[in-house]
């Protein structure tokens, strides 16, 4: 198997430059309104500038002339500054430049002293995301793993989920404890309310399936929403989107297992989304001491390819449906 680490780049980061001047004032965030009543949806890519298939799902969007039938739809490219630094040759690197977007959606840390070239970004995106009522936030992964959604811990987020039909996975927890994501922030992840943010990793950052998927979930979530005519998806996705029912299955997360030891390794190469039988299962070592899998039908969330010490090697999570 080629350790997707070394995976080619089957994709093309689009020029996004067409979109830096959008029309509400900020860069790089356009909103289109339909003069009827209706929910506003923010598809947001880029909040790690390497995950490209969200900026190419974007820019399809764009060519298809997308436009809501009901309430508004905003187009949203978040860490834009990240993005600009892509390289072929190290396409890790422009995850972030100061540090991770996705880490920052506290009201603390917004309205703090403290600078980057993220929480500038986040500080001016702050207003765009707080008027959403629903967020998809388009990302994809390091390893090879299948399609999920991360629905946070709200039961709407999981119903919005399992509503798309699609992907199969739908992963539900509550975050990490580095710093919050925008998924959880503020109304979001409040128990009561309506306002609805779930985060799709489409696959492997560099496939080219990964960019079908984010462009999938986009159109499934527009047409659930009656915000777009049946004719603009049957251009693109239509027999997929009508073939396609694949049974959804759901994990909650009860655990995130951090590395204490920079000697962390897994018995086996997972990718993720692995379900493991037997509780007590030694799925890795860290040092001398082995991790077994807590209970029965344990699913390995994420497993992180390298770990250092205080990191998080994978999280655990139990189907529940
Ligand atoms: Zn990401």
Not at 1 to 27: H, K, Q, S, V, W
Request: hydrophobic fraction near 40%.
């Amino acid at each position: 198997m080629t350790d997707p680490l070394f995976a080619p780049i089957e994709l093309t980061p689009p020029d996004i430059a067409p979109y830096r001047r959008g029309n509400t004032g900020i860069d790089h965030v356009t909103s289109l309104t339909s003069g009827e009543a209706g929910p506003h949806v923010v598809l947001n890519a880029l909040v790690h500038g390497n995950e490209i298939s969200g900026a190419i799902a974007l820019d399809s969007l764009f060519r298809m002339g997308v436009r809501p039938r009901r309430g508004r739809l905003s187009l949203v490219f978040a860490n834009t500054a990240a993005y600009r630094n892509f390289d072929r040759q190290n396409p890790y690197a422009s995850r972030f430049v100061d540090e991770d977007f996705n880490r920052l959606w506290s009201p603390e840390l917004l309205d703090g002293r403290r600078d980057s070239v993220e929480l500038r970004r986040a500080r001016q995106l702050r207003p765009v995301y707080e008027s959403a009522d629903l967020l998809l936030d388009l990302h994809s992964m390091t390893a090879d793993t299948a399609p999920l959604t991360l629905c946070g811990p709200t039961g709407r987020g999981r119903d919005l989920a399992l509503g798309l039909r699609y992907p199969a996975w739908v992963v539900a927890d509550g975050g990490h404890a580095g710093g919050r994501r925008l998924i959880d922030y503020g109304a979001f992840a409040a128990a009561e309310g309506a306002r609805t943010a779930i985060l799709v990793e489409c696959g492997q950052h560099w496939r080219a399936e990964t960019a079908v998927v984010a462009l999938e979930s986009c159109l499934r979530l527009l047409l659930g929403l009656e915000m777009i005519d049946a004719e603009l998806v049957d251009e693109r996705a239509g027999p997929r989107l009508k073939t396609r029912a694949d049974p959804q299955r759901v994990v909650e997360v009860t655990e995130a297992v951090t590395a204490a030891t920079e000697h962390f390794r897994f018995t086996a190469p997972f990718v993720g989304l692995e379900v493991i039988g037997r509780a007590g299962t030694v799925i890795g070592w860290d040092g001398e001491r082995p991790l077994r899998t807590p209970y029965d039908d344990c699913v390995l969330i994420m497993p992180a390819r390298r770990v250092k010490a205080g990191q998080t090697a994978v999280r655990l999570g139990r189907l529940v449906g």
